[in-house]
């Protein structure tokens, strides 16, 4: 139980494109969804809070506009990154959450984005 | 603030030496606190968590951690390491406080095991 899926696994795009990446929860409901990003040899950086059916709460320095947040359902929510340029290229991770309450995180395997 | 601090970027074992790789927090009141690993181009693999209770915490994989309030340490242990075990590991504290639930992330650490 508690997987978590990520669509692509990798993608390459050209720079001024927008990439989308969608993260499910397959077997449970995800009130809350976090999503990462983690730059070669580092940790991860919490990038914004999502919770179903609300606006993300992203963390200081992150740019709303250019990384759209979106949490439609209890099993999907997607990030897009707009206008990506090649400092954009990371490894993007999500994670879910079944409640509030629940204290683990269940993560995806990762979207690697490689913007040329 | 809270925090997380993985003092070593790399511990090295032999395969079937005991493996400890270290975690020290700063919270304020009680901590919530987890371990992954993460495999290359992987997400992170849940192994084990302290929330109450017992201080000695067993996982996945043959792994357990030792929660220490005096140290404010989670070090993760495995008596007998293997070559499989070789990976990226993350120390993470709950953030209690802020409304979010949200995870704060060691640095990581490399564990490599030889053969």
């Known amino acids: 139980g508690a997987v978590v899926s990520q669509h692509p696994s990798w993608v390459i795009c050209k720079s001024g494109t927008s990439v989308k990446i969608e993260c499910r929860s397959l077997?449970?409901?995800?009130?809350?969804m976090f999503w990462y990003r983690q730059f070669p040899k580092q940790s991860l950086m919490l990038m914004a809070t999502?919770?179903?059916?609300?606006?993300?709460?992203?963390e200081q320095g992150v740019e709303k506009d250019k990384f759209l947040i979106n949490h439609a359902s209890l099993t999907l929510s997607t990030l897009t990154v707009t206008s990506a340029h090649p400092e954009d290229s990371s490894f993007y991770i999500c994670s879910a959450s079944p409640s509030p309450s629940s204290y683990e995180q269940y993560f995806g395997p990762g979207t690697r984005l490689t913007v040329t | 603030a809270q925090s997380v601090a993985q003092p070593e970027d790399q511990v090295n074992v032999a395969e079937g030496n005991p493996l400890t790789v270290k975690c020290t927090y700063s919270v304020s009141g009680n901590p919530y606190l987890f371990w992954y690993v993460q495999y290359p181009n992987r997400g992170l693999q849940f192994l084990l968590k302290y929330i109450t209770g017992d201080n000695l915490v067993k996982g996945s994989y043959g792994f357990e951690a030792e929660f220490n309030k005096s140290q404010t340490s989670f070090h993760l242990k495995k008596p007998s390491a293997l070559v499989s075990d070789s990976a990226l590991y993350f120390c993470a504290v709950r953030d209690r406080f802020s409304g979010t639930y949200k995870y704060i992330f060691g640095t990581g650490t490399r564990l490599k095991v030889l053969a």
């Open positions: 077997d449970f409901q995800a009130t809350t």
């Open positions: 999502s919770n179903e059916g609300s606006k993300a709460t992203y």
